[in-house]
């Protein structure tokens, strides 16, 4: 019970740096506000994060919460290339819609130099546990290709979403995120097909 209160607690103090962050800018945003909105205290907040910059990596934290909806929603007999671009879709439309491109682009730009644990590399997220459970039935079902293990066929998908949204970053937003991911990913998703 205290681990789920705890849980809770951290879950919304980073819920509301979030919308804050979105809404107001990472810059305009104070500990107080997402004190405040988050209807917690200074000494929660200070338990779980050091400050505001602590909480830049919590935006996997935020992926993973999408992805536990998703799951839910997913029906599991679906193709696992339907259920991949369906979960890029839904992650890309979040992006887009609630993610902050200067956030999303600080967010990358820190798991590049920190010295420390790389967040969106945490291979016990819920992101990698999924796709490692969407392959392995794929593999299972025959729907792909097992000349690739599961955790190299993981590694490639991530490593094209990473790409996808730092060019997105990097090219200042300046097309769809979503739209462009579902032109290019079943392309790249075709290398994961059986051979015929």
Known sequence: MAKRNARNTRGRIVGAAWQLFYE???EHTTVEEIIELSHTSKGSFYHYFDGKDALLSTLSDLF?????TLRA?????????EQLLFLNAELFFMIENSVSMELLARLLSTQLVTSGEKHLRDHKRTYYRLLRRI????QARGELSTR?????MVKLYALCERALMYDW????????LRDYAASVLPN???GFLPEV
Not at 64 to 68: C, G, N, R, S
Not at 74 to 81: G, I, R, T, Y
Not at 135 to 138: L, R, T, V
Request: charged fraction near 25%.
């Open 24 to 26: 107001q800018g990472y």
């Open 64 to 68: 993973d919460e999408k992805y536990e």
């Open 73 to 81: 929603a997913m029906d599991p007999s679906m193709p696992a290339l």
């Open 135 to 138: 392959i392995a039935d794929g």
């Open 148 to 152: 690739r293990s599961v955790n190299e």
């Open 169 to 176: 970053c990097l090219c200042g937003g300046e097309y769809s």
């Open 188 to 190: 790249f998703l075709s």
